[in-house]
């Protein structure tokens, strides 16, 4: 939100690092495992997942895991999901909607450490129960079990290094996580931006060998290029059009001529990217997370504007960064919009039939669109000042490190 008064805001920032009371920490658990569990409960639990095990199931059998054409990830992921398809569904029906929830507080974790946010403050506690209990996509995510959690959790984690001066390290998880789900491959020009090529190495060379690992182990890997490939690119069929948020397939359900509405999306993701370089060009002294956060933010859903599909999910990836930087004065979510931006993505809204189904496209695309304009509006308007970080005045003590981020952290807050 937006204080007209610095010193609310102040007081709020420091009412909300404060360590969260016993009460609310319950409450947290209690929503986080009650998606879990029922999602376990229900039929179609992690309807994406066996698309995953079903290929891993293939490659055991001797046959090529891209016969099925929805299977959409490198070789790579194929070896990944081997230990998924070893477990007893039963088994399966517990642990994955617990390990997705366990990414996403990962992510959510990383987040907070990046920002120095004690990790059981109101802020820490409340946000990941809130995000699981009010953010649709959330409990979609966890429902279908997509492997979009693991960028999730990835990204947080190597922005995380990367600040600490970790790029190698960070480019081991970025790589990691391409294996898995090649959904993180626009970041490789954050390590470009930063000129960090021991970073970008790991990054590239980590999914690129695995994948050739898995080519080798399955029959007909070619398939890849002549088949799944061009499946993806046409934006798969019409099974994932209702779902689809990227303009190049929402403009034309609106009646936009197909090659305006693909012009429509390379235009404003130019505009995100120029947003992305403006950004990292303009160092701030003392916020060295924030403009790697807003960076790889802006790159990233400049990536979703274009990509095909863009689902509802994506958004997990860049969402928990955002709102971890609030903590800082003048970031975007200390902004009504950004909040406005969120309204349709809100759980509990009785939305009308249509719209949460066959046309739930549109609201997703507009948050999409919403907090990519948001984010490049902000980097882009003239006579942007200069962030001061966040006080932690109230917060835990240092010393406790469960509860709170250690001081080399702080200390090593400059720029890049």
């Not at 409450?27 to 029922?38: D, F, G, I």
């Not at 309807?47 to 891993?56: I, M, T």
């Not at 404003?268 to 160092?283: E, N």
């Not at 003392?286 to 956060?293: P, S």
Request: contains cysteine; glycine residues 6%.
């Amino acid at each position: 939100m937006k204080w007209d008064h610095p010193e609310a805001g102040d007081r709020l920032t420091v009412w909300l690092l404060r360590p969260a009371p016993r009460s609310l920490r319950v409450v947290s658990l209690v929503v986080l495992l009650t998606v879990a569990v029922s999602t376990s409960l229900r039929a179609n639990w992690g309807s994406d997942n066996a698309f995953v095990v079903k290929a891993a199931d293939a490659l055991m059998a001797g046959i090529s895991p891209y016969e099925d054409k929805r299977f959409l990830y490198l070789p790579s992921a194929v070896i990944m999901a081997v230990p998924e398809a070893l477990l007893p569904r039963e088994v399966l029906r517990w642990l994955l909607p617990v390990g997705i929830s366990g990414l996403v507080g990962v992510g959510w974790w990383a987040a907070l450490r990046l920002f120095s946010v004690p990790l059981c403050s109101r802020f820490a506690v409340g946000g990941l129960g809130l995000l699981a209990l009010a953010y649709e996509p959330y409990a979609n995510l966890v429902l279908i079990g997509n492997w979009t959690a693991i960028s999730a959790a990835a990204l947080p984690v190597a922005l995380l290094l990367a600040h600490r001066r970790s790029w190698g390290a960070a480019g081991l998880v970025v790589g990691l996580a391409i294996a898995c789900k090649p959904m993180l491959v626009p970041i490789g020009l954050l390590f470009v931006l930063a000129r960090q090529w021991r970073g970008l190495a790991p990054a590239v060379l980590v999914p690129v060998g695995m994948s050739l690992v898995g080519a080798l182990l399955m029959p007909s890997p070619t398939l890849f290029f002549t088949k799944t490939l061009p499946f993806l690119f046409q934006g798969q069929d019409a099974y994932a059009l209702p779902w689809d948020a990227s303009p190049i397939a929402v403009l034309p359900r609106l009646g936009v001529p197909t090659p305006v509405a693909v012009l429509a999306a390379f235009a404003g993701a130019s505009v995100v990217l120029w947003g992305a370089w403006t950004r990292w060009r303009r160092a701030d002294a003392d916020a060295g997370e924030l403009r790697l956060v807003e960076t790889a933010c802006m790159v990233m859903l400049a990536a979703f504007l274009v990509s095909r599909p863009s689902f509802d999910h994506y958004l997990l990836v860049v969402l928990p960064l955002l709102l971890a930087s609030g903590v800082r004065e003048g970031s975007m979510p200390r902004t009504p919009w950004f909040w406005v931006a969120l309204v349709p993505q809100t759980a509990g809204i009785p939305w009308p039939s249509e719209v949460e189904r066959k046309r739930r496209a549109f609201r997703d695309a507009a948050t999409l669109c919403g907090l990519a304009f948001l984010l490049a509006r902000r980097v882009l308007r003239p006579g942007r000042v200069t962030l001061d970080p966040v006080t932690t005045a109230g917060s835990p003590p240092r010393t406790e490190p469960e509860c709170a981020a250690t001081p080399a952290e702080s200390a090593s807050r400059t720029a890049f």
